[in-house]
């Protein structure tokens, strides 16, 4: 399980690496392997004070994001990526269920600070759960795209909470499609959510995101993470884009055509998704190192997964790139020993 082995997480973009290995300069590239927002929130001058000044916690971003996540207790930490990292530290030894495939790092982090991490399918969470302390759930999944319904989540952090454990649900990839978020029952002992403003705000660079739980939780954490844990312009930057509602709603309907594009034009190349977000296309298929090898010859980045073999594509940007994409599939497609299989 090459692409997703927990031990060695792999990530997408690495464009710098990868335009050397294949010897194409970066800016020849279309990179559609990150999931991230390819028109992210565009963002204006910023304040002298934030660059001169150390970070403050009134600076009016805890309060957007209580706006935005509909719950009043919440964290800004640097990417949801450092609190991955840190929840394990905040439990003694544990057994952790995790969803496979899902982002390695979290099954990674928990095996890291010595915890059981136990593998699990959509269908045994069910049957296992009495045997968890902690649930580990990325919702929608990624790279699967699956969905869990928020009725579920809820029983499932009952069950969890009754027998002193956590429910963590990591919504990276939530904001497209708020309705489907649990944020706003982060009120109780024993659920944890992580929210990012790296993939649908595509501010993946600010390093920015937020823990969502009880308050003794975010004490710890806090406390666990030291003081100025996101610098100022991160700040700035991520408050004025929360309180940005109009370009959210337009974003929001863009991106669901986009999506619904793109599995459509996989869809008629014989790569139909098995899943997605509005910001990337889950598709199974064999061979799946070979075909991303295929793409990169041409320029273009995807991520791919060998356990099980699958590609991923994220969104083109403009016209140009949807053209670019296509071209590709065509090319491919024409050569005769070129096949997509599906491996479903």
Known sequence: MAEL?????????????????YGIAPGHWLDLST??????????????ECWQRLPEDEDGLVEAARLYYGTPHLLPVAGSQAAIQALPRL???????????????????????????????????????????????????NPTG????????????????AQGGWLVVDEAFIDATPDQSIASSCVSEGLIVLRSVGKF???????????????????????????????????EVARLALQDELWQQQTRARLAMEGERLATLLTGYGLRPSGGTALFQYVPVE???????????????LRYFTDPAALRFGLPT???????????????????????????
């Open 287 to 301: 061979e799946a190192k070979q075909r991303y090898d295929e793409f990169a010859t041409q320029g273009i980045l």
């Open 146 to 161: 699956l969905c869990f319904p928020t009725e579920q989540l809820r029983q499932w952090h009952a069950q969890l909470a």
């Open 201 to 235: 705000f595509g501010l993946a660079g600010i390093r920015l995101g937020f823990v969502l739980a009880w308050p003794a939780l975010l004490q710890r954490l806090k406390s666990l993470l030291g003081p100025w844990s996101v610098s100022g312009p991160s700040r």
């Open 91 to 141: 439990r003694a030894s544990s057994r952790v269920g995790v969803l496979y495939p899902t982002y390695a790092e979290h099954a990674h982090a928990w095996r890291r600070e010595g915890h059981e991490v136990v593998s699990l399918n959509a269908d045994n969470i069910e049957s296992e759960l009495p045997q968890l302390d902690v649930l580990v759930l990325i919702n929608p999944n």
């Open 35 to 48: 999931g991230i927002n390819p028109q992210g929130w565009s963002v204006p001058s910023l304040s002298a």
């Open 318 to 344: 403009i016209e140009a790139d949807w053209q670019r994409l296509e071209s590709a599939l065509d090319s491919l497609m024409s050569h005769t020993n070129v096949e997509f299989r599906s491996c479903r």
């Open 5 to 21: 082995d927990v031990d060695n997480p792999t990530h997408g973009g690495g464009l710098l690496k990868t335009a050397r290995q």
